[in-house]
């Protein structure tokens, strides 16, 4: 078979992993040949593809970022871009794509899906919110940099008697504050979820303060608080008309500090969570994800994407892996609560 393979959206440890194991099983196993797709869509819109073979995946399984590129480019957005990329797919003689991405790109996966298109997603996210797959690569990776981030700024903050924020990613979806933050000892974590009253947060860093310690907090990007004061959004919107957000960190250790009367500083972690080499974990997952994914094409099982569940990889249909979010069950929220303060 002739097989297109694209990443799409934010990038993440793990992209080129699969990308290999895709590669690797296809040609070896199934005699297949590859396209890569740069740039996300973007490459099947404008029919911008690279050689995709068993030399070029050499020696890419540790590194991080894709080497296919990524972007954010909705082909939803753009006039007829859906039988746009259809017609480019026939033109190359493609007999089906494989798209590996989040939310947004495989939202547009199931357009095509619809469409006519043979493809098969491939789940990937730091943020770890894609519905259908206990787990997306890239989210072990990020939740061991926060927690090294967390853990390195507790000491510095019990030597400075400061209370320290550690801004992580998530939008929508605070799993990466909440796995790191309950790794690292963290005395709050603040989520998306869950609108937090600052009230209760000063108390907590407070307490905190006179039990003779430096409060650590982690909070996601995009938590808020109840009365929705302290949000920062810098009014821009991506192709897919998420919200910018930023600045959360900020001024809350600027409002804490006001508060308590202790000095309080913030760290955002920011892309720093997405680069560089992925963990074992990341490695292994992306891997069997792209076996299985390849498999999933030669089974003529399209409109599917492959997840995990449990220790098992399977097929999930498109449509149920993009219909909501997967956010974090408020009970999971208060196992963390518990070492709060
Ligand atoms: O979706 C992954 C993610 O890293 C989010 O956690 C974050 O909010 C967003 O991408 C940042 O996107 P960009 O790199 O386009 O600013």
């Known amino acids: 078979m002739r097989i297109g393979v694209l990443t799409g959206g934010g990038d993440c440890p793990g992209l080129n992993a699969a990308i290999r194991a895709v590669v690797r099983r296809g040609v070896k196993e199934f005699g297949d040949e590859f396209t890569g797709f740069r740039d996300g869509w973007h490459g099947p819109l404008e029919r911008d593809t690279m050689p995709l073979d068993l030399e070029t995946v050499h020696g890419i399984l540790p590194l991080g970022g894709t080497i296919l590129g990524s972007s954010r480019t909705n082909p939803l957005k753009v006039e007829d871009g859906i039988a746009r990329i259809r017609e480019n797919l026939a033109a190359l003689g493609l007999d089906a794509l494989i798209a590996l991405g989040g939310e947004d ?35 072990d990776t990020a939740v061991g940099i926060a927690t090294e981030a967390a853990d390195r700024l507790r000491t510095t903050a019990e030597s400075h008697h400061r ?13 990466i504050a909440l796995h790191s933050g309950m790794a690292s000892g963290a005395d709050v974590v603040l989520i998306p979820e869950k609108p937090f009253d600052l009230d209760e947060v000063t108390a907590h860093v407070e307490a905190r303060f006179r039990a003779g310690h430096a409060p650590v907090l982690v909070v996601s990007e995009g938590a808020r608080p109840v009365e929705g004061s302290l949000e920062l959004q810098t009014g821009e919107r991506d192709a897919f008309g998420h ?33 560089g080499t992925p963990t074992a974990f990341d490695r292994v997952l992306a891997t069997r994800f792209g076996l299985h994914a390849i498999e999933a094409v030669h089974a003529g099982d399209h409109g599917t994407m492959v997840a995990l569940r449990g220790t098992d990889i399977v097929r999930v249909g498109l449509a149920e892996a993009v219909g909501t979010l997967k956010t974090v069950p408020l009970e999971r929220y208060a196992e963390a609560e518990v070492f709060f303060g």
């Open 105 to 139: 790109t495989l939202g547009v996966a199931l357009a095509l899906h619809e469409a006519g298109v043979p493809v098969v997603g491939v789940p990937k996210t730091i943020d770890n919110d894609l519905s259908g797959t206990d787990y997306t690569f890239g989210f």
């Open 243 to 275: 919200v910018r957000l930023g600045g959360i960190g900020e001024r809350l250790a600027a409002e804490l500090e006001r508060r308590t009367g202790r000095e309080a500083r913030c760290v955002v972690l920011g892309h720093l969570q997405r680069g």
């Open 163 to 175: 209370a320290l924020v550690c801004e992580v990613m998530g939008r929508h979806a605070g799993w």
